[in-house]
């Protein structure tokens, strides 16, 4: 094999914008990892493998055997909140974690204290940060980079990247302030209200050459500014919007049900869900935002203008209610009605009951380790390879975002053999059919 990744020599810094259920579910499931006293489930990075070549040795190693992935016991975490609390007082108010598996990384979670967050009210009217910085959107900036620099000497880390598991921000679409590096740059001067605080976190990251994974549906790194950004300090960036629970259901389903040509005349989605991130969501403002990218994604898959008489009448309709009682414990129900042979109507209904944050974690974990893992083997700008993890995921300009989990999943594992100098895998079996030919 023949590869230019950079081995992950040194410390990992973690630093996550919004230090909540995700978040601190994330950080106290890589603690207990780290002490043996549970398993990495979920997290593709530490659980999956990867099919490689004609080798006769090992031919599905484990993808962390495979990439040079930074190891856990090399990570060191950190972040922001708007909240005070640290991550192990969080992670109690919570209630994503048994009080028992928390008692036993008491110590690694204490020791973890947010910084003041990059905070605008506007953006999240529900939530009332107390932790928050003050001054201009610029000073705001400034001040976050002197964070990300500040941690990284503290901890000595060799390498730092940032993954936003912060609340949705209100629904707002792009202006002429985010179409260059220049024109936001400007905009930031002027402490001009169209940009968003996560954009800052992102801003601040990217100016640093520190790799940004968006786990929300908010703007942020979707502009044109940023992936110029990106690209000139040569860094990855990846959005936006963790692919959990519902969504995650219709990126199995609905390529399947495209694949067999079944018609599909409507999908009713409803949830409830009782955490910080559904109370954020109780805005109309918010919602919109989840909304859009909730609603994009069969869209995608089915694409009604290739296929109007199976998908050409389409309705689709996304709900989301906060429901304190849940909690963290999210509850999903889909109606489908599907038609197949002759017209003849048939119905699928999902009630999926899922853990928001125990399915979220896993995917922050694994945007973490491959976006680092992408800037030691010199990629930078969109990593269209980590769609396989978001709702909505960017692609660059005038390219068709790929939303069917399974092409997502092929095009991740071929991006890692690609970088370790293996062959790809199309499943053509050509080289099967070469062989029965020349067996003849």
């Given at each position: 094999?023949?590869s230019?990744?950079?081995?992950?020599?040194?410390?990992?810094g973690?630093?996550?914008?919004?230090?909540?259920a995700?978040?601190?579910?994330?950080?106290?499931?890589?603690?207990?990892?780290?002490?043996?006293?549970?398993?990495?489930?979920?997290?593709?990075?530490?659980?999956?493998?990867?099919?490689?070549?004609?080798?006769?040795?090992?031919?599905?190693?484990k993808?962390?055997?495979?990439?040079?992935?930074?190891?856990?016991?090399?990570?060191?975490?950190?972040?922001?909140d708007?909240?005070?609390?640290?991550?192990?007082?969080?992670?109690v108010?919570?209630?994503?974690l048994?009080?028992s598996?928390?008692?036993?990384?008491?110590?690694?979670?204490?020791?973890?204290?947010?910084?003041?967050?990059?905070?605008?009210?506007?953006?999240?009217k529900?939530l009332?940060?107390?932790?928050v910085?003050?001054?201009?959107?610029k000073?705001?900036?400034?001040?976050?980079?002197?964070?990300?620099?500040?941690?990284?000497?503290?901890?000595?880390?060799?390498?730092?990247?940032?993954?936003?598991?912060?609340?949705?921000?209100?629904?707002?679409?792009?202006?002429?302030?985010?179409?260059?590096?220049?024109?936001?740059?400007?905009?930031?001067?002027?402490?001009?209200?169209?940009?968003?605080?996560s954009?800052?976190?992102?801003?601040?990251a990217?100016?640093?050459?520190?790799?940004?994974?968006?786990?929300?549906?908010?703007?942020?790194?979707?502009?044109?500014?940023?992936?110029?950004?990106?690209?000139?300090?040569?860094?990855?960036?990846?959005?936006?919007?963790?692919?959990?629970?519902?969504t995650?259901?219709?990126?199995?389903?609905a390529?399947?049900?495209?694949?067999?040509?079944l018609?599909?005349?409507?999908?009713?989605?409803?949830?409830i869900?009782?955490?910080?991130?559904?109370?954020?969501?109780?805005?109309?403002?918010?919602?919109?935002t989840?909304?859009?990218?909730?609603?994009?994604?069969?869209?995608?898959?089915?694409?009604?203008?290739?296929?109007?008489?199976?998908?050409?009448?389409?309705?689709?309709?996304v709900?989301?209610n906060?429901?304190?009682?849940?909690?963290?414990?999210?509850?999903?129900w889909?109606?489908?009605d599907?038609?197949?042979?002759?017209?003849?109507?048939?119905?699928?209904?999902?009630?999926?009951?899922?853990r928001?944050?125990?399915?979220a974690?896993?995917?922050?974990?694994d945007?973490a380790?491959?976006?680092d893992?992408?800037?030691?083997a010199?990629?930078?700008?969109?990593?269209?390879?980590?769609?396989?993890?978001?709702?909505?995921?960017?692609?660059?300009?005038?390219?068709?975002?790929e939303?069917d989990i399974?092409?997502?999943?092929?095009?991740?594992?071929?991006?890692?053999?690609?970088?370790?100098?293996?062959?790809?895998?199309?499943?053509?079996?050509?080289?099967?059919?070469?062989?029965?030919?020349?067996?003849?």
């Amino acid at each position: 094999m023949t590869s230019n990744v950079k081995p992950a020599e040194g410390k990992l810094g973690i630093l996550i914008p919004g230090l909540g259920a995700v978040a601190t579910t994330l950080i106290a499931g890589v603690e207990a990892v780290k002490k043996g006293l549970s398993q990495p489930i979920g997290a593709l990075t530490q659980m999956g493998s990867i099919r490689v070549g004609k080798r006769t040795e090992n031919r599905y190693p484990k993808i962390k055997d495979f990439v040079p992935l930074a190891d856990l016991n090399e990570i060191v975490f950190g972040g922001w909140d708007v909240y005070a609390d640290n991550v192990y007082e969080a992670a109690v108010n919570a209630k994503v974690l048994e009080p028992s598996l928390l008692t036993s990384v008491k110590d690694e979670l204490e020791s973890i204290k947010p910084m003041k967050a990059a905070f605008d009210k506007a953006y999240a009217k529900n939530l009332d940060g107390t932790h928050v910085k003050e001054g201009t959107r610029k000073q705001m900036a400034e001040e976050l980079m002197a964070d990300i620099q500040k941690f990284q000497q503290e901890n000595n880390c060799s390498r730092i990247v940032l993954v936003w598991c912060g609340s949705t921000e209100i629904y707002f679409e792009e202006s002429e302030i985010h179409q260059s590096v220049e024109k936001f740059e400007k905009a930031l001067e002027d402490d001009d209200m169209r940009i968003a605080p996560s954009m800052l976190y992102a801003y601040a990251a990217l100016k640093l050459g520190i790799p940004f994974a968006n786990g929300a549906p908010n703007l942020t790194v979707d502009i044109p500014a940023m992936v110029e950004l990106a690209r000139s300090t040569e860094t990855p960036i990846a959005g936006k919007d963790f692919k959990t629970g519902q969504t995650l259901m219709k990126t199995i389903l609905a390529p399947g049900l495209a694949a067999r040509a079944l018609g599909v005349k409507g999908w009713f989605s409803t949830n409830i869900l009782g955490n910080r991130d559904g109370w954020v969501l109780d805005d109309p403002d918010n919602f919109k935002t989840k909304e859009v990218s909730k609603l994009s994604v069969l869209e995608d898959i089915f694409q009604p203008d290739q296929n109007p008489e199976l998908y050409g009448e389409l309705y689709h309709k996304v709900r989301i209610n906060y429901y304190p009682p849940h909690g963290d414990n999210k509850e999903s129900w889909d109606n489908i009605d599907i038609f197949g042979w002759l017209g003849y109507q048939m119905q699928i209904k999902i009630n999926f009951l899922c853990r928001d944050s125990i399915l979220a974690a896993p995917i922050a974990l694994d945007l973490a380790l491959f976006s680092d893992l992408a800037k030691r083997a010199g990629m930078s700008g969109i990593q269209e390879w980590l769609s396989f993890y978001l709702k909505s995921p960017q692609a660059a300009p005038g390219l068709h975002p790929e939303h069917d989990i399974f092409k997502q999943l092929m095009k991740l594992q071929n991006t890692l053999r690609h970088m370790m100098g293996e062959d790809l895998i199309t499943h053509l079996g050509l080289d099967y059919y070469q062989d029965v030919v020349e067996s003849m």
